[in-house]
């Protein structure tokens, strides 16, 4: 259900005001419970900077060839300790080669990024944490099967951004709301209790600097974003790239925009770099409660389904009309044709 609580009301009267009006929320909201405490720990210990420790020392490579930072390690420690006590049979981490098994009879299966944006590790800028939250599937032949079925099975999916505030972004299902830590009293309080991602926006995010290895509709895309008022879109275009996932997401949930994370001709680039379990799923399930969409550029994202913990998926996400756009490019179409005759580079007004 939508949350109609106060702004600043604490994330627990929250979950067991969903809880009073859904009772089958009660074990994911002992989850989100587990990792907000996590979260907490987390924020504190980055809060700290440097005299936390060198949070980015650089330790073994995880299961996706990235190296683990220490930090990328000390989350997956954290939160899969508090994980342990709560209602969950199987943990597909980032930072786990498999899928970790803890409490079998448990009703509920966690994917999760415990440390997103590891790059911004060390130099002082957001990172975060991402989660989505499954039934679990008994099925002692198959350690997968959890996970194994489309992000529509989600019952609910978060982040957390450790930027200058810590915030938690969350969706049970029906709306998006956000929470920034109260760090006098260690509680997530109520910001939003309906974030709203508007249809139409003019800012992208993209890795620009892979623009040589895009496919072409994204390249056409974004050449035509670049070209303003004087191409297509006919509108100026800003561009934002934060490197975090969790930040640049939570900035197209707050004032719209588009985020690409696409595939690329590099090796191992097919289906880009972010992860489908959780990383895509997770912000997928998010956008859209905010009243966006999510594709692979063509598909949309929770109708995919994994079939190993650590696949990628391309990911497209944020303001309906920009998503769609990006999807014309993909079927071969132009978007010329809701352009005015009267501006842009070739139109009449135009000096
Ligand atoms: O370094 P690139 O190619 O710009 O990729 C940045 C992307 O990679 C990520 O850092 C991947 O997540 P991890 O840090 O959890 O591996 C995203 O947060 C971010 O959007
Ligand atoms: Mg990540
Ligand atoms: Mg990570």
Do not use: W
């Given at each position: 259900?939508?949350?109609?609580?106060?702004?600043?009301?604490?994330?627990?009267?929250?979950?067991?005001?969903?809880?009073?009006a859904n009772p089958a929320l009660k074990d994911a909201a002992a989850v989100i419970r587990a990792i907000a405490g996590s979260a907490v720990e987390i924020s504190a210990l980055i809060g700290r900077g440097a005299l936390g420790g060198d949070l980015a020392a650089a330790g073994d490579h995880n299961s996706d060839g990235d190296v683990q930072k220490a930090l990328d390690v000390i989350a997956h420690e954290s939160v899969t300790a508090a994980l342990q006590g709560a209602p969950v049979a199987e943990v597909a981490s980032e930072e786990a080669e498999e899928v970790m098994r803890l409490n079998p009879d448990?009703?509920?299966?966690?994917?999760?990024?415990?440390?997103?944006?590891?790059?911004?590790?060390?130099?002082?800028?957001?990172?975060?944490?991402?989660?989505?939250i499954r039934p679990s599937i008994k099925d002692p032949a198959n350690p997968l099967a959890s996970f194994t079925t489309p992000g529509t099975a989600q019952i609910a999916a978060g982040f957390v951004t450790y930027g200058p505030a810590t915030a938690l972004i969350l969706t049970l299902g029906d709306g998006t709301q956000s929470y920034v830590l109260d760090r006098a009293e260690g509680v997530f309080r109520l910001t939003s209790p309906a974030m709203s991602v508007p249809a139409s926006a003019k800012e992208y995010a993209i890795n620009a600097s892979n623009a040589r290895h895009w496919d072409a509709p994204v390249k056409a895309y974004i050449e035509d974003c670049q070209r303003g008022t004087e191409g297509p879109r006919d509108k100026d275009y800003n561009m934002r790239w934060l490197a975090s996932l969790v930040a640049d997401i939570q900035r197209v949930l707050t004032r719209g925009g588009v985020f690409l994370y696409p595939g690329d001709a590099r090796k191992n680039y097919a289906r880009g770099r972010l992860r489908l379990l959780y990383e895509v799923a997770p912000v997928a399930m998010l956008v859209e409660q905010a009243g966006g969409a999510a594709t692979d550029g063509?598909?949309?994202?929770?109708?995919?389904?994994?079939?190993?913990?650590?696949?990628?998926?391309p990911l497209v996400c944020g303001s309906t009309e920009e998503v769609d756009c990006v999807a014309?490019?993909?079927?071969?179409?132009?978007?010329?044709?809701?352009?005015?005759?009267?501006?842009?580079?070739?139109?009449?007004?135009?000096?």
């Open positions: 259900m939508a949350i109609s609580a106060a702004i600043g009301t604490p994330l627990e009267t929250c979950l067991a005001q969903a809880v009073e448990a009703p509920l299966a966690v994917a999760i990024d415990p440390l997103d944006g590891s790059s911004n590790i060390g130099v002082n800028m957001a990172v975060g944490m991402i989660f989505g063509q598909t949309r994202i929770l109708d995919l389904v994994a079939t190993g913990i650590h696949e990628r998926a014309t490019y993909y079927a071969g179409g132009k978007p010329d044709a809701g352009r005015s005759p009267l501006f842009g580079q070739r139109g009449l007004m135009r000096s």
